[in-house]
């Protein structure tokens, strides 16, 4: 069965700096991998995805993700945070079962911005 | 992509009592997909509803505790059967559409607190 890894629960940043969010997946094949982001009483909103091909992968708002077979990882980036980044990041991975696609999240990042 | 109206936002409930939360979606969708997420944690599939079929249930789930209904391609309801204040969690709804693989959206979600 497949799982995910994020093994920073928080992270905290200030504006203007760097950001990388650490994901790690297992599964037995060719991973569809996904990065989500969740504002205080939002729904999941996509940031990017991974299925095939390049492994630097761009998405919305800046933030870009790169797909490391060898390290069983795909981490998000972004050079420069805003304040409004300010919110929980998951990691997903997607199989595919008999009922369809399914998607397994990890725990989730909780990203704090300071000012 | 699809857009997802999910009602209700929000409810207060008494223990013992059930509640039933509908996903409305603006286009028609093969896989409609309903998920957990309790307080400070990620996000736990519980089901999947196809149209004109039983929704399949996650381990751990059980259909007696949560029903589904799925009538047509646009819409599903998922009830909270019997609540407890360990049901205490937001409640996604999320969509595969047809034309977008692994195109998935989420329901902004019903945050439910049992009392």
């Known amino acids: 069965a497949q799982s995910v890894t994020q093994p920073d629960i928080h992270i905290t940043v200030s504006e203007g700096a760097s950001l990388e969010l650490r994901c790690n997946y297992s599964y037995g094949a060719t991973p569809y991998l996904f990065w989500y982001v969740q504002s205080p009483g939002q729904g999941l909103q996509l940031l990017l995805k991974?299925?095939?091909?390049?492994?630097l992968v761009q998405g919305i708002k800046g933030f870009e993700a790169e797909f490391k077979r060898s390290q069983s990882s795909f981490n998000l980036r972004k050079p420069s945070v805003h304040w409004s980044d300010a919110a929980e990041y998951f990691c997903?991975?997607?199989?595919?079962?008999?009922?369809?696609?399914?998607?397994?999240f990890g725990t989730g990042t909780q990203l704090k911005v300071e000012l | 992509s699809a857009v997802i109206s999910q009602k209700p936002s929000r409810d207060i409930c008494q223990r013992g009592t059930s509640l039933t939360i509908q996903c409305q979606v603006d286009?028609?969708?093969?896989?409609m997909f309903w998920y957990r997420q309790q307080p400070g944690q990620s996000l736990t599939l519980i089901a999947t509803?196809?149209?004109?079929?039983?929704?399949?249930?996650e381990s751990g789930f059980v259909i007696d505790k949560f029903p589904i209904s799925r009538p047509n391609l646009t819409f599903s309801t998922l009830t909270v059967s019997n609540m407890s204040p360990e049901d205490s969690s937001i409640y996604l709804c999320s969509v595969e559409a047809i034309d977008s693989f692994y195109g998935y959206t989420f329901g902004s979600g019903t945050r439910l607190t049992v009392v």
């Open positions: 997903a991975v997607g199989a595919r079962t008999g009922g369809g696609n399914k998607l397994t």
């Open positions: 286009s028609q969708v093969t896989m």
């Open positions: 509803a196809n149209q004109g079929s039983e929704a399949t249930y």
């Open positions: 991974y299925f095939s091909g390049d492994t």
